[in-house]
């Protein structure tokens, strides 16, 4: 069984996911529902591989970690690293985000 804590802040994912694109909060409610694990999983598989293969038109490496949070709310094993790695990406992110604006602010006092 995994922790109730891995569980629970990828939860805390989902709702951070749901409040910075609100158009998509509807799809994560019903996608996140027991009921939908039929699609849900399908879904998953077919967005990580539109992710792998995001070299061809229209496929997106965004579809990988997406489809890795549909996989994780029913593969327990996956919710540990994915969600470490999206903590470690959202503050290297923060991080590249600040050293940039310092650059620029700098550049712009010579």
Do not use: C, Y
């Not at 994912?13 to 996608?31: G, H, K, Y």
């Amino acid at each position: 069984m995994m922790a109730p804590k891995n569980s629970a802040r990828l939860d805390r994912q989902f709702e951070r996911i749901s409040r910075r694109f609100p158009l998509t909060a509807r799809f994560i409610a019903w996608v996140r529902k027991p009921s939908s694990r039929i699609l849900r999983i399908p879904l998953g598989i077919v967005l990580v591989l539109g992710g792998i293969f995001s070299f061809l038109p229209v496929l997106g490496i965004w579809m990988l970690p997406l489809g890795l949070l549909m996989l994780a709310i029913d593969l327990p094993f996956l919710q540990h690293p994915l969600n470490s790695a999206i903590l470690r990406g959202e503050r290297r992110f923060k991080r590249w985000r600040a050293d940039r604006r310092d650059r620029k602010a700098a550049a712009a006092k010579r």
